[in-house]
């Protein structure tokens, strides 16, 4: 054999073996909706060096197509999930769904052997968070939740000064958000299914309703049928970190009051809503406004502790001190003023804690977060925003509901995962499938 032949057959060998080691480094991803947050996980999946945009599923053909063209033209096309599915090259999946498919979907691609990145709000109802972790476990799949907020480089920065005591013993936390978008999305006049939208796939195990506008595409968002409003959508973030932080389980009672009061559309969900979340040791409070943009105060979620507060968003997060006075040598000087109370030159303040300031990056969580995931597929670790974790701030999220919709406040045992001496709400955990997923839900024994 000549030189040059061994040369070039050595450098073939050695060409070939990096292409296999290369193939069996990278993930194999397909994406199953391609809406608002479907395309923008598209965009980071793609930035990712190990991935190859292998597949994309919606039911909605125009969708379909860009999706496919925003993955780089090559991955194939999918009308139907369960096809994507069934592709033994697909390694994980990517749920963008609206919220009523995320259950499904996610247990299907665990029993077909497929790491699953799905979106929050995890569920749609209470139980379905349980059979969501169940599968993970029984299947041995990395199932990640969108809660990419976990990711942030500053959100762990300050979780980490929370747990040290920074702010002292949390004692409340205040969780917002607020916008205008009066006066509301309208009520669309009747109109026959577009033929490039498999309208029946879209509805899946969610009651069958005549089609609308509204209902499918973003406005899904309005309707107890398929989503829990901004307090799954929205809500779900800032309780995430809450009970991260905390290392709480979940709510011992809740209580929610609140309506679609100014919005003029056909909507369900509440335009205005305020949950007061009662936990072992303090309390939290969500509130939400669709009609009033009002003052943005800290941020969004703010912890109070005893010796100051944090305040935090994908900005940055912020610590305020409280300022103290020695008791010992104040209460004395109270005496002989009238009424007993102090002067304000009584005071000598002195900070609690010292003042922090910290930037983050909104964007850079999304990246990390896409990130943990594909590393937790290769190593088997749990994600850092495991499913177990998204389920327990479904839970919160979906008990806040409840207690609006039934008008009254309800105990839950995080534990048992029910709610104690209201059969009636302990009922509404559960809500049925539309044949025939509930009978495929059942194929699975969870």
């Keep these: 054999m000549t030189s040059t032949r061994r040369s070039f057959l050595a450098a073939t060998t050695a060409a070939s073996y990096s292409r296999i080691l290369g193939a069996n480094d990278r993930v194999q991803v397909g994406f199953i909706g391609y809406g608002l947050i479907g395309a923008q996980h598209v965009f ?220 003029e559309d056909d909507g369900e969900t509440p335009d205005t809503q305020d949950a007061l979340l009662e936990y072992p040791g303090f309390n939290a409070t969500w509130s939400h406004r669709e009609t009033s943009l009002g003052k943005r105060l800290g941020g969004g979620l703010e912890f109070y502790g005893t010796k100051g507060s944090l305040g935090i968003d994908r900005s940055g997060f912020e610590i305020t001190p409280d300022m103290s006075v020695d008791p010992a040598s104040a209460i004395p000087q109270f005496q002989g003023h009238p009424g007993g109370g102090p002067k304000k030159s009584d005071f000598k303040p002195t900070p609690w804690t010292e003042a922090v300031k910290e930037k983050g990056s909104g964007a850079q969580q999304f990246d990390l977060h896409v990130r943990n995931f594909l590393d937790c597929i290769k190593t088997r670790q749990r994600p850092i925003s495991d499913v177990e974790d998204g389920h327990r701030v479904a839970v919160t999220c979906h008990l806040a509901n409840l207690s609006l919709r039934l008008g009254r406040k309800l105990r839950w045992d995080p534990v048992k995962e029910d709610i104690i001496g209201d059969a009636e709400a302990s009922k509404m955990l559960v809500r049925p499938y539309r044949k025939p997923w509930d009978q495929v839900l059942r194929s699975f024994n969870l």
């Design 44 to 263: 980071d999946f793609k930035n990712q060096k190990d991935v190859d945009m292998a597949a994309m599923s919606d039911t909605y053909q125009p969708r379909l197509e860009q999706g496919v063209a925003a993955c780089g033209g090559n991955a194939k096309a999918y009308p139907d999930f369960r096809r994507l599915l069934d592709d033994k090259n697909i390694q994980a999946v990517v749920v963008a769904t609206p919220d009523h498919w995320h259950t499904m979907m996610t247990i299907m691609a665990c029993a077909a052997g497929k790491d699953v990145y799905v979106e929050k709000p995890l569920t749609l109802f209470v139980a379905e968070g349980r059979w969501m972790t169940k599968a993970a476990r029984k299947y041995n799949r990395v199932v990640q939740t969108g809660t990419q907020q976990r990711s942030g480089l500053h959100y762990q920065q300050a979780k980490k000064l929370i747990q040290d005591g920074a702010i002292g013993k949390v004692v409340s936390v205040r969780m917002q958000s607020t916008r205008n978008i009066m006066p509301g999305f309208g009520v669309p006049p009747p109109s026959a299914t577009p033929s490039d939208f498999n309208y029946d796939m879209w509805l899946g195990p969610a009651p069958a309703r005549p089609y609308s506008p509204h209902r499918g595409i973003y406005h899904f968002r309005w309707f107890w049928d398929y989503s829990g409003g901004q307090m799954t959508n929205l809500g779900a973030h800032s309780i995430d970190i809450m009970q991260w932080y905390l290392k709480v389980l979940g709510p011992t009672s809740v209580t929610s009051i609140g309506g679609r009061f100014a919005l």
